[in-house]
């Protein structure tokens, strides 16, 4: 993600992207590494998850509590 994280609809589009593949291939679980920074880039990712439209496509979403930088995408097909 540190590639585009300066240019919010390329992230928004990059999750959608990614999203709708893991449902079209039915793939249980997403890691999103949006990294530890200034956490701006990670709370850009949550509000996107957020969103009453996408919240619709999967199961939950679990913070790594190890590691401040990651974030898992839980579906259940």
Do not use: T, W
Not at 35 to 51: D, W
């Amino acid at each position: 993600m540190h590639d585009i994280f300066n240019k919010g609809r390329s992230i928004e589009s990059e999750l959608n992207r990614v999203i709708e593949e893991a449902v079209e291939k039915k793939i249980s679980l997403v890691e999103i590494i949006p990294g530890k920074g200034s956490g701006q880039l990670k709370k850009h990712v949550l509000r996107f998850l957020e969103q009453p439209e996408i919240k619709r496509l999967y199961h939950r979403i679990e913070k790594d509590d190890k590691n401040f930088g990651r974030v898992f995408v839980h579906f259940r097909h």
